[in-house]
Nanobody, 123 residues
Framework: QVQLVESGGGLVQAGGSLRLSCAAS????????MGWFRQAPGKGRDFVAA????????HYADSVKGRFTISRDHAKNTVYLQMNSLKPEDTAIYYC????????????????WGQGTRVTVSS
């Protein structure tokens, strides 16, 4: 089992940037495919970005492609989400997720979730 703790959320003006972090503890971090999701007020949880356990493969939602970048640092057991050119519609609680894998591939189904970090983008 792996435990996930997100950080880095906050209030930012439209056009600004934030970097979210997801620190993992517990099992071997490198065996996990990782992802970021978000839930806007009054809406369901949506996929944002995913990364394979090696970091060689990434995948993004169309709404964030070209603005957000997912990455991981195995030495720090941490996954990042760099968010640039933020828009008010990016306002949401952002969740980190993990999936134990045996193949180095992107996954969109996850077994472990963090508690989330709130991002608010003002216009």
């Amino acid at each position: 089992q792996v435990q996930l703790v997100e950080s880095g959320g906050g209030l930012v003006q439209a056009g600004g940037s934030l970097r979210l972090s997801c620190a993992a503890s517990g099992r071997t971090f490198s065996n996990y495919a990782m992802g970021w999701f978000r839930q806007a007020p009054g809406k369901g949880r949506d996929f944002v970005a995913a990364i394979s356990w090696s970091g060689a493969s990434t995948h993004y939602a169309d709404s964030v492609k070209g603005r957000f970048t997912i990455s991981r640092d195995h030495a720090k057991n941490t996954v990042y989400l760099q968010m640039n050119s933020l828009k008010p519609e990016d306002t949401a609680i952002y969740y980190c997720a993990a999936k134990l894998v045996v193949v180095d591939t992107i996954r969109l189904d996850y077994d472990y979730w963090g508690q989330g970090t709130r991002v608010t983008v003002s216009s």
